[in-house]
């Protein structure tokens, strides 16, 4: 990789954590000042989103029934009785909902940390990425863990993760963009 092509590949990097950080941080701000209304915004988007993906896999079967099966019939009624539910018994799906995000914050908190590792001998910030997944899993494993901490602590907690998030993203994206402006770039 030539040194101008290096240089490119940090600063759009960089550009882009910087972004992703900006995101986290108006997410924080969103979920923080309004956490009723979070709750059962993500319950109702949850809902009306499994019916339509339902009623879209329902009528794909019936479009071309010789080239689905069954099961995919089957799944597209499940997803919209699950989203019918959602909208009917928004408590309830908010319970479940807390569950899943504390299962895609383990998730993506360990992908975080295997990256991490992945580019300790290329990227100086390495460890800034480390933490974010070390946060990121120690947020979902809290989740996952204390179900009965509320939803409304759910979203207390995903607004902190969001802000935390957000600011080391910032800064990883900074330090990424400030690589790629040095006379030094990394080679592979």
């Known amino acids: 990789m030539s040194d101008t092509a ?62 689905h099966s069954r099961w995919s019939m089957i799944g597209g009624v499940i997803s919209v009785a699950v989203g019918l539910v959602a909208v009917s018994w928004p408590g309830i799906t908010a319970a479940a909902l807390g569950v899943l995000i504390g299962a895609w914050a383990l998730i993506l908190g360990v992908s975080q940390i295997i990256l991490a590792m992945d580019v300790r001998t290329t990227v100086r910030a390495w460890l800034v990425w480390l933490l974010t997944g070390l946060i990121t899993t120690v947020f979902g494993l809290f989740v996952l863990v204390n179900p009965g901490a509320g939803f409304l602590g759910v979203v207390a907690l995903l607004a902190t993760y969001a802000a935390v998030s957000g600011v080391l993203l910032i800064a990883s994206g900074i330090k990424l963009r400030r690589l790629g402006t040095s006379s030094m770039v990394p080679a592979h």
């Open 6 to 67: 290096g240089r490119k590949l940090f600063q759009h990097s960089g550009t882009a954590l910087i972004f992703r950080g900006a995101l986290a941080l108006l997410l924080s701000f969103l979920v923080a000042s309004l956490p009723v209304a979070t709750v059962f915004a993500l319950v109702y988007v949850f809902g009306v989103y499994v019916i339509t993906d339902g009623l879209t896999n329902m009528a794909h079967y019936f479009y071309d029934p010789a080239r």
